[in-house]
């Protein structure tokens, strides 16, 4: 361990200019991510005693949390600053499309920006990046330096509950979908601003919402829902992926596409990509109602997951971070997940914090 710790605090070194002892519970540490429910007193306390002790390397945000611009920078400051001096920065994520999927919204004092749909309509590829521009000053001023967009989805299907239905795809063109998601991304990159895009390997297609429930794409999804994917990452524009909860036999007949290595090899082998992946929120109704919080976790780290997202959304367990890191800690002990595979993700990870603040 010792030896393992040293040549992955050199890499790490040298990627970000700091180095923690990168044992077995620091690098899991900075693989979870976690939403606040309990915005009392008590579960702020508990969520930044997690930070400080290292549990958790990220949270994510929602409607709930934000009350005012004022207030968000502060919540998310005081947040950051929990991690302590000489550690890796937190991860302050939030979902900030445009149209339906906005957290920070006008009634709350934030400007209101188009959908995904409306913006490829409507806008150039130019006005489209300032547009962008200022939705990614905005976060920056709100003190969230991850944005989970935007959706390199294809919209094959229009009445898909949850992409098409919402306006959350560019387009059915793949190159379109490419044009106007790399504008999204180069104008939060600019600001430091972290994108991901989603949801991997397409979720456009889909007639369930997988928030609810298993969603199966066997006899509705094809491959041209890879090729927004490919083109982006070809140009040097994925700054990270997060996964889609969709499952698809003809790939993997067991799991779906967070917890399958047969699809995450498609995007780590086949296409060559080699940065952080966060998987979709693991409360999610396809995976809570169908696996235990064991497999979903072992599982997604063994596909290739990076960091797990918690989204404490849908009910609240504030004691995720220690259940996920003690079951990381058994499957390692256990050989179900390498030591590498924990050491590659937690690399990627500091490499994707180094210029974040």
Known sequence: MMIKAFFVCVSVFFLSGFCL???????????????????????????????????????????????????????????????????????????????KVQRLVAEKGFRSYKSHRDTAGKLTPEQAFRQYSEMAADLSAAGFNVNFAPSADLNVNQDSPVIGRLGRSFSADAETVAAYAGEFVKAHSRAGIVTSLKHFPGHGSALNDSHLGFTDVTGTWTEKELEPFRLLIEKG?????????????????????????KHLDILRRDMGYDGVIFTDDLQMGAVRDNFSLEEAVVRAVQAGADVLVYSNFFFNDPEFPEKAAEIIKNAVETGQISMEMIERSYVRIMKLKQNLR
């Open 21 to 99: 002892a990168a044992d077995l519970s620091v690098m899991t540490g900075q693989m979870i991510m976690v939403g606040v429910k309990d915005t009392s007193e008590e579960g702020i306390a508990l969520v930044k005693d997690q930070i400080a002790k290292g549990k958790v390397g990220g949270v994510v945000l929602y409607k709930y949390n934000i009350e005012n611009p004022r207030q968000i920078r502060e919540f998310n400051n005081n947040l950051k600053a929990a991690a302590g001096k000489g550690s890796p920065v937190l991860f302050t994520a939030v979902d900030q499309e445009g149209g």
């Open 237 to 261: 524009l994925a700054v990270s992926v997060m996964t889609a909860h969709v499952f698809n036999s003809g790939i993997d007949p067991v799991y779906p596409a967070t917890m399958s290595k």
